[in-house]
């Protein structure tokens, strides 16, 4: 059985209590948000390791969201059977895509194949000339690399995977704790200042904003 967490953002409850039912039996633990503005607000309780997306979404729409997603393995759900909108939607980010009505057996096989490549293809973040790669832990400024800590790593590829939001510092010590045991909150600061350096230094400027008694989060 499988731990992995997926969010379903569906305003539809009857589809959305069908695939949340359909999820937890085969394992999987489930989030639910009902419109694009709470899909982004449930981002910053805990990153879903997929993301089951309607298009038609009250508040922000399914495409508004995607930019939000980034990093995240996102199945789009839709009625819209068009080509180009599914070109679009893969072209924007989605790692694929499933017409309304859809097989069950068919979409918990392609649950199966994204949670299975763990980081989808072509999913490199990107910010200004950083690109950092979550699969291979490289990060290059402007196609030089740029050597990085476990700790500033971890900060980086958090800030990135959320490039429009202020990530707390109880989110930021949550999300490092579980990849590195030599960040506490006393020391946080610190690594910041050694990430902002090293990227200084590499070209990017000053790419993290300190969002005074909330965290950080990047620049513009």
């Known amino acids: 059985m499988s731990s992995a967490r997926i969010a379903v953002v569906d305003d539809d409850i009857y589809i959305g209590d069908m695939l949340e039912e359909l999820l937890r039996r085969e394992g999987y633990d489930v989030l639910r948000a009902y419109s694009g503005t709470e899909a982004v607000l449930l981002l910053e309780a805990g990153r ?3 993301v089951l997306l309607d298009l038609m979404l009250p508040g922000l729409s399914g495409e ?7 990093g995240i393995p996102v199945i789009v759900l839709s009625a819209k059977a068009g080509v180009e909108d599914k070109v679009e939607l893969l072209l924007s980010g989605a790692a694929d895509y499933l017409t309304k009505p859809f097989d069950t057996r068919e979409l918990l096989a392609r649950i199966a ?9 072509g999913s490199l973040l990107r910010h200004k000339g950083i690109v950092l790669d979550p ?11 740029v050597r990085l800590t476990r700790t500033e790593f ?9 490039p429009k939001q202020v ?5 930021l010590l949550d999300q490092l704790s579980a990849e590195t045991p030599d960040c506490a909150e006393s020391s946080l600061k610190v690594h ?3 990430l902002r350096r090293k990227l200084r230094e590499a070209g ?5 904003e300190a969002v005074w008694g909330i965290g950080f989060k990047l620049a513009e």
């Open 64 to 70: 508004a969201v995607l930019p939000h997603l980034a």
């Open 192 to 194: 910041v200042s050694n």
């Open 113 to 121: 194949v994204q949670l299975r490549r763990g980081t989808p293809q």
């Open 48 to 50: 879903p390791d997929l």
């Open 204 to 208: 990017a400027g000053e790419c993290i």
């Open 154 to 162: 971890g900060i980086l590829k958090l800030l990135m995977q959320n």
């Open 167 to 171: 990530i707390p510092k109880s989110r």
């Open 135 to 145: 699969e291979s832990r490289e990060v290059a400024v402007d196609g030089e690399a």
